[in-house]
């Protein structure tokens, strides 16, 4: 829709001006807000003069916030230049106009739909990754959603609701949006923002299949040119066309924080096993006795296998294997009743999972390669192949 024809709908967003003629007054009068999470952030926006109560006397931080009317907060509390009238059944227009000329909104989304109801968390986000990256506001720079939810997870503009969940198309509250917003200036005012783990933890396994490098220090160095982690090397068939499969995901646990989101995918930690090199499955120690470790549980599926003779069709689908560790045998795996390096782990016997454990304080001195193979049956080859390599992490 054409910014001419998004001003011809003054008559139908006329209603949402009533929630902005707020009253003068501050968080101390509101009575809806004393013992609120946003208490702070509200106040500091009443000081700023971009956002008030209502004539009652109330805040009321839990009511949903329209696109105009957050594009109205974020132009105000930005500075940016108004012109035109702000008054009457139009009055989002000049906000409107001055959003998409310092390119916070493109004009083709500004439409009916995104004006006249509550904003989504995605497009929340999407206005304060671009409020606050000069290169982002460029007009040939597009974004995707699980990049733009990435992006602000990682800069702080964003946290997650309960146990990181990102909502992405969540309502988004004027408590929510007065902190946004917050955020925004606080980033352009050159402050470092404190990280939800949880919120980019699921930002990441969105847009990368994979959490591993925010969760795990040993896999965070920087990915080698030509060998940096992509979804679309999760997918492999052979060159035979007989067999396909594909890794969903890659997910990261850490098993010393009994609050993780990912947690359940485990199922009863309490009997999953530690390989420790050893040749007899039942004695093996348990997964429960190395909390100060991380879990790596890798989610496959067999697309198809044409040919059960040469691929195995017991398995999960798609193996993924770590090099950088010392390779787990009898003798360094477990050293005086501690974890030494990276190993499988499993349920009742050996490869019945596909996942790990890695201590949180094992180094790999040569960085990290992560391969991914077929299940193959020899002497067919598992085709075996490096698909992300990082150069050693600098421990903080």
């Not at 997910?251 to 359940?264: F, G, H, K, Q, T």
């Amino acid at each position: 829709m054409t910014m001419k024809k998004v001003f011809i709908m003054g008559a139908a967003l006329s209603v949402v001006m009533s929630s902005l003629a707020f009253a003068d007054g501050n968080t101390s009068s509101f009575p809806d807000m004393r013992d609120h999470w946003a208490k702070t952030a509200v106040e500091t926006a009443v000081k700023h003069k971009y956002v008030d109560g209502y004539s009652d006397g109330s805040f009321r931080p839990e009511n949903y916030v329209t696109g105009a009317e957050f594009i109205k907060m974020v132009v105000t509390a930005s500075g940016l230049m108004v012109e035109g009238s702000t008054e009457g059944s139009q009055w989002y227009v000049p906000y409107v106009k001055a959003a998409v000329a310092k390119g916070f909104v493109r004009e083709d989304t500004v439409n009916d739909k995104f004006l006249k109801n509550p904003i989504s968390r995605l497009e929340m986000a999407k206005i304060a990754v671009r409020a606050t990256d000069p290169m982002l506001q460029q007009p040939q720079v597009s974004l995707n959603d699980q990049g733009v939810m990435y992006t602000a997870t990682s800069k702080g503009l964003v946290q997650g609701l309960s146990g990181g969940d990102l909502a992405p198309e969540g309502s988004t509250t004027r408590a929510q949006s007065v902190t946004i917003i917050e955020r925004i200036l606080s980033t352009n005012a050159g402050e470092k923002l404190p990280i939800d783990k949880y919120a980019i933890g699921q930002a990441e396994l969105q847009l990368k299949r994979t959490n591993m490098f925010s969760m795990i220090p040993s896999f965070s160095g920087e990915q080698i040119a030509g060998h940096s982690w992509s979804p679309e090397k999760l997918v492999v068939e052979t060159p035979d066309h007989n067999y396909k499969g594909e890794i969903d995901q890659v997910v990261a646990i850490d098993l010393e924080d009994s609050n993780d989101p990912n947690r359940y995918m485990l199922g009863d930690i309490n009997s999953l096993r530690v390989y420790d090199g050893g040749d007899f499955a039942k004695k093996m120690p348990y997964v429960k006795d190395f909390p100060k470790s991380y879990v790596i549980l890798v989610k496959s599926h067999t697309v198809f296998n044409n040919d059960t003779s040469s691929y195995s069709s017991k398995m999960y689908g798609l193996g993924m294997s770590f090099t950088g560790f010392k390779m787990p045998n009898s003798q360094n795996t477990i050293i005086n009743g501690e974890l030494r390096t990276l190993t499988w782990i499993f349920k009742e016997k050996f490869g019945d999972m596909g996942a790990y454990i890695v201590p949180k304080d094992v180094a790999a001195p040569m960085g990290v390669d992560i391969q991914v193979y077929v299940p193959a049956i020899p002497p067919v080859s598992d085709m075996t192949h490096t698909i992300t390599s990082t150069q050693r992490a600098v421990q903080q």
